[in-house]
């Protein structure tokens, strides 16, 4: 029976995916380089590290400074955000005040820094439902490596297979069921393709559609 609920943060509980579709594009136009979604999705719950050499792969000589590049698309996201605030994904509060209500622990396990991370939850005011915390910089291997969600799990104290991790990134479940968990994918940007579908304990449209996964979780036993 699942005891924890492990989730993602950008695009999953704060809705930052298509901001950042648009600061990249906007950051690459600043360099005259073309737009490519794909190579932008592929990237999704990476450290900068693990994105750039794809991104010299595919811009070649064009492209002299990725991590400059990066840099800009993070200045762009914070203007905007300055201006507009951040905004929760729907179904965010309802669920997490669900989940302290029935007992669960939570835990977070993204891969931004702890600086930026924070700042985040503190600014859609969510930060103090997570029981443990995880940070990319706290792992040597970015989704989809297990890594994240293997050291949430450890500080939780539960078995793999008691906790539900909540994602929205094909990287992302591909990460939560490397190590052991129950993957539940919530749509943002991307939907699962076949070969993903069969790694998937549950979908859902919104996060409410967890409440009712859990439900019949506790209810099967």
């Not at 955000?81 to 396990?109: D, M, P």
């Not at 990287?171 to 069969?198: C, F, S």
């Amino acid at each position: 029976m699942i005891r924890s609920v492990i989730f993602d943060m950008d695009g999953l509980l704060v809705d930052t995916e298509r901001l950042s579709m648009s600061c990249w594009h906007q950051a690459l136009a600043e360099l005259g380089l073309s737009f490519s979604e794909s190579l932008i999705l592929q990237g999704r719950g990476q450290s900068p590290a693990e994105m750039e050499p794809r991104f010299c792969r595919f811009y070649g000589d064009q492209l002299k400074d990725f991590f400059a590049l990066y840099t800009r698309k993070n200045e762009l996201m914070d203007m905007v955000t300055a201006e507009e605030g951040e905004h929760l994904k729907v179904g965010a509060i309802t669920l997490l005040r669900w989940l302290k209500s029935e007992g669960y622990t939570i835990s977070l396990a993204t891969s931004t820094d702890e600086q930026r991370a924070t700042t985040r939850l503190r600014r859609v005011g969510i930060y103090d439902y997570f029981d443990r915390m995880v940070f990319g910089p706290m792992v040597s291997r970015y989704k989809p490596a297990p890594d994240i969600f293997l050291k949430a799990i450890e500080l939780l104290g539960r078995a793999p297979e008691e906790c539900l991790v909540l994602e929205d990134s094909p990287n992302g479940i591909l990460a939560a069921h490397a190590a052991g968990a129950k993957p539940m994918m919530i749509y943002d940007l991307t939907r699962p393709d076949e070969a993903l579908q069969q790694l998937l304990w549950s979908e859902g449209v919104t996060l409410l559609d967890a409440i009712l996964v859990l439900q019949a979780d506790r209810a099967a036993g």
